[in-house]
């Protein structure tokens, strides 16, 4: 496998390890453990860490190894504050611009996220979620917020998983087909609401660790 593929391999292995608390936040790894567990070469294990790094993932430290980034109650604050501009102009885009072709791949999504919530497969949840939030930055087409924001969004999803997970799979996965529905009406008021709420379901559980 060429080595661009390998180390796309590894960011993705590496990514859902880090939302899934695979890898501890604020825990040290040697590089050679990483290399097992993506089953990469030393190559492009780092290119994958290297754009993690950019992306305030992780943290690399000569001599020492990589370390993951903590789950910061301060920093999720300000994670959900920035997440609530970008993800707003990124979903009014969508909700304009979406094609007709963009709306059935878009539809495809709710047919998904049942099935996992019907298998309770928190994971391949998480993996559509994923997809999801690709599939509207493409439909947003601003290039500059999605790059900006998809590093929030992985942040959200880990704090999601440790504070609601399970629990809340049905509930999450719910907002998120209504958040489908409305983008493909093209309701852009209805949308940006869902994703509003979204957001403060999660400062909600920030503001009650922090005592705001």
């Known amino acids: 496998m060429p080595e661009n593929k390998l180390s796309n391999k590894a960011y993705i292995i590496l990514e859902e390890f880090i939302v899934t608390l695979r890898l501890e936040p604020a825990k040290i ?7 097992s567990l993506t089953q ?8 994958a860490l290297l754009k993690l790094s950019h992306q ?20 999720q604050l ?3 504050e920035t997440r609530r501009v970008l993800d707003s102009l990124l979903i009014s885009r969508a909700s304009k611009y979406a094609t007709n072709f963009e709306k059935d791949k878009l539809l495809e999504f709710k047919i998904l996220m049942q099935e996992a919530v019907k298998n309770k497969d928190i994971k391949e949840f998480l993996r559509i979620d994923k997809q999801l939030d690709q ?9 500059f917020a999605a790059q900006a924001t998809s590093p929030l969004h992985i942040r959200s999803r880990r704090f999601w998983y440790y504070f609601k997970g399970i ?8 907002i998120h087909m209504d958040l489908i529905d409305s983008i493909v009406s093209s309701d852009e008021k209805l949308a940006v609401k869902i994703s509003n709420d979204m957001i403060d379901s999660l400062v909600e559980i920030v503001k009650k660790y922090i005592n705001i």
Do not use: C, Q, W
């Open 167 to 174: 629990d809340d799979l049905e509930h999450s996965a719910k």
């Open 56 to 75: 305030s993932l992780i943290n690399i430290i000569p001599r020492r190894g990589i370390e993951i980034s903590d789950i910061n109650m301060i920093n």
């Open 78 to 80: 300000a994670i959900l």
């Open 135 to 143: 599939k509207i930055f493409e439909t947003a087409r601003n290039d």
């Open 40 to 47: 990469v070469s030393r190559t492009p294990l780092r290119e």
């Open 29 to 35: 790894y040697l590089e050679k453990e990483l290399m």
